[in-house]
């Protein structure tokens, strides 16, 4: 078993990888700033492995904080989470996200050089395919950011490919992550941002919950069955999962790797709203709004790179995501 370091551990896919690591045997140590996660995130870990959680408090900028991370543990591999990630906020402010997203990365990936640690797993996303020329997106799909966010992580991937041209000690996993949803089974941990929600199903969350009064549907004339936009939501314990093949991989195997991480079945807004109110016993209020700038009809992953080459299979489906999600939702707000 490795020990392995997570940026960004506290956060909603980052703890979910945390819990599913130390089921396999991993030694993790978190480390994270909390501008985007709650403190308590720690004791529940703790609380659902029942162990003690190693974590440090700080940032991936500060190279002074990750010379003294790397210099107290011997890691054979990061998970690098620690990010930010709404599409609509790089549009407004680029140049932090180029600096936390990208920035940030080269400076961990220095300290880990400077460390003689060479395996790292980065969370990438589908978003780096932009508009689909053919769907399912494949691996070699062409790519094409949009949004500044996207963008910052086709640089970061960049980064990894020249590394590894330049120093072939690399080794790592770039994984694209399709729609995350739903929530850890113990309902302990799950996503709850602070502001009003940019994605999906945490607004639905919110309206079952009654902290927002409806959901808006971003346009009914798309292309698709119902003429709402269609995705490929990805239970985020399946997507932990597959952080802990990638990193195994890169481990056992010192094999690098570029993969969607993805179910392979689209669902329309539609779907998901009548999933979630399944799931929580009650109609949920929404209204038809216009498109929102820059959203695609429809998009969904080729799984079949993640099967062949990590064993990976997304086993739970929507009714899992919305039940996990629910279960989470509503005894965190007391519902
Ligand atoms: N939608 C609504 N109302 C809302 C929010 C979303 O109708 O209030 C619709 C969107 O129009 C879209 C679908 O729900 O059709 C999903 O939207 P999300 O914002 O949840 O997800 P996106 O597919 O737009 O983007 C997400 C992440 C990105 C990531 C991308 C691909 O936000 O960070 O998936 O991985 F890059």
């Known amino acids: 078993m490795g ?19 130390k089921a396999a045997g991993h030694e993790v140590v978190i480390i994270d700033n909390f501008s985007n996660a709650r403190k308590d995130v720690i004791d529940r870990l703790a609380q659902i492995t029942d162990s003690p959680v190693l974590v440090h408090e700080g940032d991936v900028l500060d190279k002074a904080f990750l010379a003294t991370v790397f210099a107290s543990h011997d890691f054979d591999a990061v998970i690098h989470f620690a990010a930010k990630k709404a599409v609509g906020e790089s549009v407004e ?5 180029f600096e936390t997203n990208c920035t940030g990365f080269s400076t961990l990936l220095m300290a880990m050089k400077e460390a003689g640690v060479f395996r790292v797993v980065f969370s990438s996303t589908a978003t780096v395919y932009g508009e689909p020329l053919s769907l399912p997106y494949t691996e070699d799909h062409r790519i094409a950011p949009v949004s500044p966010y996207a963008q ?8 990894l490919k020249h590394l590894k041209e330049a120093d072939d000690r690399w080794t790592y996993g770039v994984l694209r992550y399709f729609n995350p949803a739903g929530a850890h089974d113990s ?8 502001d009003i929600p940019n994605n999906l199903m945490p607004y639905i969350a919110k309206v079952a919950t009654g902290e927002l009064p409806q959901l808006t549907v971003f346009g009914d004339d798309y292309n698709t ?11 985020v314990v399946d997507l932990a999962q597959g952080h802990v093949q990638s990193v195994d991989k890169l481990i056992y195997d010192n094999s690098t790797h570029i993969l969607n991480l993805g179910t392979g079945t689209g669902y329309s807004v539609f779907d998901m709203l009548r999933a979630y109110e399944k799931a929580c016993q009650k109609p949920l209020a929404y209204t038809v709004g216009p498109r929102r700038a820059g959203d695609i009809d429809c998009f969904y992953a080729d799984p079949a790179s993640a099967r062949e080459i990590l064993g990976f299979e997304a ?16 005894r965190l707000r007391n519902v």
């Open 315 to 330: 086993r739970r489906g929507l009714d899992d995501m919305c039940r996990t999600s629910w279960n989470w939702v509503s």
């Open 225 to 235: 069955p119902d003429g709402t936009g269609v995705r490929d939501y990805i239970h």
């Open 187 to 194: 309902a302990l941990i799950g996503e709850d941002p602070n």
């Open 93 to 97: 402010k680029p140049l932090e996200y």
């Open 152 to 159: 910052s992580k086709v640089t970061c991937e960049t980064l």
């Open 3 to 21: 020990k392995i370091l997570l940026t960004g551990g506290a956060g909603y896919i980052g703890s979910h990888t945390y819990v599913e690591l």
